[in-house]
């Protein structure tokens, strides 16, 4: 069963440091999420992203954030100066293009710990 | 976003049906109610998904109220393996995200 994945499983970086989160999702998807769950707190939906741009966006999501689809299969979120509150874990999600409700297909997460 | 409202935790006995309530008396006519579940140290998963007749897939049934306002996640036969926190989620036609609650902690006893 196709799945999505994410690399690497656990990233420890320093304050200030910029860090890029690698997603794959799933071949034939054609919408992609990010979404972080601070320890112990909810999911929280962070951007969607639909034909090559930012389709929503949440008020996490401010202009140290960025994604891109550099190429046919990947997805990346990368946080240009990480804050220690950025420390937390961050799944990628796809699903397809098909139907209004359908259902998102989540990764296994990063953990991002930043010191 | 409408909200709903799930208990914090529930327990069952393995190998009997569980029954996940969910109430959402703000759900609007094109709100699909979905549920999602996280198994520990797991990213979300999709179970099941309706908008107003009841549904059925290999996990799992779920209920929905003639009034929409409330609904039920049924798992017929649980396993320790369905131990997961469960979230129900409205999303609304053309939203994108999910919004996440504190979801029902399930608890299977063996």
């Known amino acids: 069963e196709p799945e999505v994945t994410q690399t690497p499983s656990h990233q420890v970086t320093q304050m200030g440091q910029e860090v890029i989160l690698r997603c794959v999702p799933i071949?034939?998807?054609?919408?992609f999420y990010w979404y972080r769950q601070i320890l112990g707190q909810k999911v929280e939906f962070l951007v969607s992203f639909y034909n090559n741009e930012i389709s929503e966006k949440s008020e996490i999501f401010d202009d140290q954030f960025s994604v891109e689809r550099p190429d046919g299969s990947n997805f990346t979120l990368k946080i240009r100066s990480t804050k220690l509150e950025d420390s937390a874990m961050y799944f990628c999600?796809?699903?397809?293009?098909?139907?209004?409700?359908?259902?998102?297909?989540f990764g296994p997460g990063t953990r991002l710990t930043v010191t | 976003d409408a909200k709903t409202t799930q208990p914090n935790s529930m327990e069952s006995n393995e190998e009997e049906p569980v029954h996940l309530p969910c109430n959402h008396s703000t759900i609007s006519g094109t709100d699909y109610i979905h549920w999602y579940r996280q198994l520990p140290s797991q990213g979300p998963e999709y179970v099941i998904h309706?908008?107003?007749s009841n549904v059925n897939n290999r996990m799992a049934s779920l209920a929905i109220a003639e009034d929409r306002k409330s609904s039920t996640l049924i798992l017929h036969r649980a396993t320790l393996r369905d131990a997961a926190v469960y979230y129900c989620i409205l999303r609304n036609f053309g939203n994108e995200k999910l919004t996440f609650g504190t979801g029902t902690r399930l608890t299977i006893i063996p």
């Open positions: 071949s034939n998807h054609l919408y």
């Open positions: 999600a796809s699903r397809p293009g098909t139907g209004a409700s359908s259902e998102q297909y």
């Open positions: 309706g908008l107003t």
